[in-house]
């Protein structure tokens, strides 16, 4: 035999061996071959052969092609598990010894019986026996009927499928280069190529074949630095496409910057952290302080209850096209507003093209799925070969394939995504978080966060404080091999993630929990009473709200008032500003939450990482020093003369203090104080506190300057920290060095209460900094004299006062002040608290 053409022996979708939900089948252990997806319903001989077996169960048959030593041995076999199904609905046609065509029928079988009693109905042609061969020409991903050509069996080469090797065919052998070997991004591009160049190109690796058009194919290779495989292209400048493929195995290619104002378009993996802490931690940065213990619960969306039998192929396959044409429509335009995430959503649109996944989804239409259930299905195939990869960089893109798959399922269904649910307690794993998904989650019970990617000052950080789990961002890749249910401890104060901690350590862990728990109820029991320090210092604790429900919560918790009222809540996801009534009625709302004490109102602080779309900020291509806080103020003072109205239109507002956001300059605050002066002279109202946040390092070092227009100066630590250290809050890749602990940071606080002293202006803080345990003694040292945090962080903070004495503090913060780096500050925090018993 040197040379044999099959035909299809079944009517159904043509699909790679790998395609097999059998790892048998799928990983060539029983020899090289294709598969059928079954839309008929009789096996036909693919040749003239004869009958070598036929299963007692009638689901599979052998035949021999050509003389037993010179020939071939093909398998074939219905459906897979059809074993079990122990002969019901197969009726064989043919005997053993019978000599058959090309063409004649050899088993009929039930599919309706095949797809319900077994586990898929996808059928195996197999060359099992014979001299080596290479299976040529094979038709592929088509809907097929019998008698058309399938693939052609030629002696020689090594028993793998192959491209036709025919004059214009060609195969070249090539080593992965790559350092990482082949992962998601040369993936792409390759396919990319391959794609654009028209021809057909396929690799090889031992007994694995992939489609170079598939992303998810060619990684399910495995390729690591180092292997060798063997492409086969054929069809168009085969020659040149091989080259481009070689030189994407050889060196990695930066993506070149679509534009100068969109740089990077895959951020830099973030810097490690500067210690582990302990042997088994995963070090990453503290975004909201305390102590957990709990399972590991991954943050996956959950699947919409899907139709499981279809309404027909036509009708389904249809549904799948339109769902995958709205998702790419949605991707497309997602993508052309540019931005951070358009990489993800180019990788996406990579995903939904996948020539794979359309192909299994197809199948299992054809199988007698829904549209929605197959795309799922063939989604979670090639999630499963991906994490089965064993490389941390191509398991990560299962999440994709998942997120793509669930949104064609929505397009499909008319459905949205679901409400995010994690077992209680549960400490919560994720490659990041969106403040939308954080904001689903409260009050549901969570322990905390662990989050591979996120910036320890981003908004997401804010609301974890704020709902008071405990965050740590940063831990990057390291986390992806944490299965659901894994025991954790996470020490969010030491930036520190430990799976799997010993009994001993776990002990100590909730000793720990339970002695703060114990601290925190009596420094609840204390009520608003302010904390002090043992030597006798009065510390204020005030809580930064952002809701009149943060107003009751900060109440209950013993805040002796509100140090930040963040008033863009009432400002964000809208379409028009809020109007002086009801912005009154919010202020009002909060001030009636905390009977009696002080309420520090920020004006709007919009802009930047805050878009309000109806103020029309003309686009920025850096916002994050645009227009943004008081300047959008001072620009629009119809906006501001509104906000401030409202303000003065609470019926207490003698316990109003308006806080004025990002100020750069003293003339910035005098012309907000001739604002509110001339305001309240036309309603008559008295006078009303105006202070300065310190957020930029402009402010900072101008303090005794601001402070001649100020009633008092708030340390705005998230955004001086930005501002001091030149790095992007919001940027994963620089979160392990965005530490307000930095020398840097420190000093330009000192620098404030020493301009803030000059005037008798009193400094608070209340950045994330103010609730950060390894912070607050520092701050304190350096003459803070009021810390504003989230609510449920109040009674932690006036306890953590209540251990201190000022002497010690300031002892601390001048060795801080003197420290090399905010690492270092950080170990001198930390064994200040050791010392102190915390
Ligand atoms: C800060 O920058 O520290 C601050 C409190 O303001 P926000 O986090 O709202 O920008
Ligand atoms: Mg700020």
Request: contains cysteine.
């Amino acid at each position: 035999m040197t040379d044999l053409q099959l035909v299809a022996p079944l009517a159904g979708w043509v699909l790679p061996l790998a395609a097999v939900p059998d790892p048998v089948f799928a990983e060539g252990m029983m020899g090289p071959g294709l598969a059928i997806d079954p839309i008929g319903d009789t096996l036909h001989a693919p040749c003239d052969a004869t009958v070598a077996t036929l299963h007692a169960a009638g689901h599979a048959v052998t035949l021999q092609v050509g003389a037993p030593a010179a020939g071939v041995t093909l398998l074939m076999h219905v459906g897979i598990d059809t074993v079990a199904m122990a002969g019901r609905g197969f009726t064989p046609l043919v005997a053993v010894g019978d000599r058959v065509r090309a063409g004649d029928p050899l088993i009929r079988f039930d599919l309706d019986a095949v797809v319900q009693g077994a586990s898929a109905a996808v059928t195996p042609v197999i060359v099992v026996e014979g001299a080596e061969v290479t299976l040529v020409d094979p038709a592929h991903d088509r809907l097929i009927a019998v008698g058309e050509p399938l693939v052609r069996i030629v002696a020689g080469q090594g028993g793998t499928i192959a491209a036709a090797n025919t004059d214009e065919g060609v195969s070249r052998e090539m080593t992965v280069h790559l350092p990482h070997g082949l992962h998601a991004r040369p993936a792409a591009r390759i396919v990319a190529a391959v794609r654009a160049s028209g021809a057909e190109v396929t690799l090889l690796s031992g007994e694995r074949s992939a489609s170079a058009a598939s992303p998810v194919a060619l990684l399910s290779l495995g390729l690591a630095h180092g292997s060798t495989v063997t492409a086969q292209a054929r069809g168009g400048d085969t020659a040149a496409v091989l080259d481009t493929v070689e030189a994407l195995l050889t060196a990695e290619v930066e993506a070149a910057p679509a534009a100068p104002t969109t740089a990077a378009v895959q951020p830099a993996p973030a810097p490690a952290p500067a210690s582990v802490a302990e042997p088994g931690a995963i070090a990453g940065v503290l975004a909201a302080p305390g102590l957990a213990v709990g399972l590991a619960a991954w943050l996956r969306a959950a699947v919409p209850d899907l139709p499981t039998g279809g309404e027909g192929v036509a009708a389904e396959q249809a549904r799948l096209v339109e769902g995958l044409a709205t998702v790419a429509t949605a991707l497309d335009a997602a993508a052309a507003k540019g931005g951070q995430m358009s990489h993800v959503l180019g990788a996406h649109r990579a995903i939904l093209d996948d020539p794979d996944l359309r192909a299994r989804a197809d199948a299992a239409i054809l199988n007698g799925m829904s549209a929605a259930a197959a795309i799922m299905t063939a989604a979670e195939a090639q999630e499963a070969q991906l994490r089965a990869s064993g490389n941390a960089r191509i398991a990560e893109r299962a999440d994709d394939i998942r997120d793509v798959a669930l949104r064609v399922v929505h397009a499909i269904l008319g459905t949205a995504p679901a409400a995010l649910t994690v077992p209680a307690g549960a400490i919560v794993l994720a490659d990041d978080l969106l403040p939308s998904q954080l904001a689903a989650l409260a009050g549901t019970g969570i322990g905390g966060f662990a989050v591979a990617g996120g910036g320890p000052t981003s908004h997401v950080a804010i609301l974890a404080a704020g709902m008071g789990v405990p965050m740590v961002v940063a831990l990057r890749e390291a986390i992806r091999v944490i299965a659901d249910g894994t025991p954790l401890i996470l020490d969010a104060d030491a930036a520190i993630l430990i799976p799997d901690p010993a009994a001993d350590r776990l002990v100590q862990a909730k000793a720990t929990i339970a002695a703060r728990a114990a601290a925190e109820a009596t420094a609840r029991a204390a009520g608003d009473r302010p904390a002090a320090t043992a030597d006798g210092v009065a510390i204020h604790v005030y809580a930064n709200l952002g809701s009149v429900a943060d107003a009751q919560a900060a109440a209950a918790a013993g805040a002796e008032g509100c140090g930040l009222l963040r008033t863009e809540f009432l400002f964000l996801d809208r379409t028009t500003p809020p109007d002086v009534a009801e912005q009154a009625e919010q202020y009002r709302g909060v001030v009636d939450g905390l009977p009696g004490r002080p309420v520090v109102i920020r004006l709007l602080d919009v802009g930047g990482d805050k878009p309000a779309p109806y103020l029309e900020i003309p686009a920025e291509e850096n916002p994050a020093l645009g227009l943004r806080g008081i300047r959008v103020a001072l620009a629009r003072p119809d906006v501001l003369d509104d906000q401030l109205r409202a303000i003065l239109a609470v019926p207490d507002v003698e316990r109003c203090r308006i806080m004025v956001p990002m100020v750069a300059s003293a003339d910035e605050m005098s012309a907000t104080r001739t604002a509110l002066d001339r305001l309240r002279d036309e309603l008559g109202i008295g006078p009303v506190q105006l202070g300065a946040m310190i957020e930029t390092p402009a402010a900072a070092a101008t303090a005794d300057l601001i402070a001649a227009h100020a009633d008092f100066l708030s340390v705005g630590s998230n955004d001086l920290t930005q501002y001091v250290l030149a790095m992007d809050r919001g940027n994963p890749a620089l979160a392990a060095g965005i530490d307000g602990l930095h020398p840097a940071v420190l000093r330009l606080i000192r620098m404030t209460c020493e301009g803030a002293a000059t005037r008798g202006v009193p400094v608070s803080v209340c950045g994330g900094l103010a609730a950060d345990p390894l912070a607050a003694p520092i701050l304190i040292g350096l003459g803070v004299r009021t810390l504003s945090v989230p609510p449920a962080r109040v009674p932690a903070t006036k306890a953590l006062v209540a251990g201190l004495t000022l002497a010690a503090a300031q002892g601390l913060a001048s060795e801080a002040l003197a420290a090399s780096g905010a690492p270092q500050v950080r170990a001198l925090a930390r064994r200040f608290a050791e010392e102190s018993g915390r």
